[in-house]
């Protein structure tokens, strides 16, 4: 029988138009953070291929993650300009997406000793009773 396409085994959060998007904040968070929006915004537009992305389509963006819980306001700093932003870092679940969405699931499978697979499957069922 063949698998539906939403039915794969992608995280939603990379699925869709804002995937390419949510990777970058989530790789740029992940080897800089903390960071404000604005921080975050330049540095997106220093990679490749989001030149032209808009302030406030990271800024859209971020809120969104922030809304899903991937991404936490932790703080507030002072600007240049007198003004308070907030400060972002990643929670557990953006980094439990990320090593999610880069293994592969069968290879897993295939060399989990039984102890370990026992513990995934005894969290995976805790979670969804």
């Given at each position: 029988m063949a698998r539906r396409k939403d039915k794969t085994g992608r995280i939603s959060v990379f699925k869709g138009r804002e995937a390419k998007l949510n990777r970058a904040i989530f790789q740029i968070l992940a080897l800089k953070s903390p960071l404000t929006i604005y921080d975050i915004?330049?540095?997106?537009?220093?990679?490749?291929?989001?030149?032209?992305?808009?302030?406030?389509?990271?800024?859209?963006?971020?809120?969104?993650?922030?809304?899903?819980?991937?991404?936490?306001?932790?703080?507030?700093?002072?600007?240049?300009?007198?003004?308070?932003?907030?400060?972002?870092?990643?929670t557990a679940r953006a980094y439990l997406a990320i090593?999610?969405?880069?293994i592969n699931l069968d290879k897993l499978v295939m060399h989990v000793d039984e102890a370990t697979a026992l513990t995934i499957l005894g969290s995976i069922a805790h979670t969804y009773r």
């Open positions: 915004h330049k540095e997106v537009k220093a990679r490749r291929g989001f030149r032209r992305t808009r302030y406030a389509t990271v800024n859209k963006r971020v809120r969104s993650l922030e809304k899903l819980r991937y991404v936490k306001r932790i703080g507030v700093k002072k600007t240049k300009a007198g003004f308070e932003a907030s400060i972002y870092e990643l090593l999610l969405n880069s």
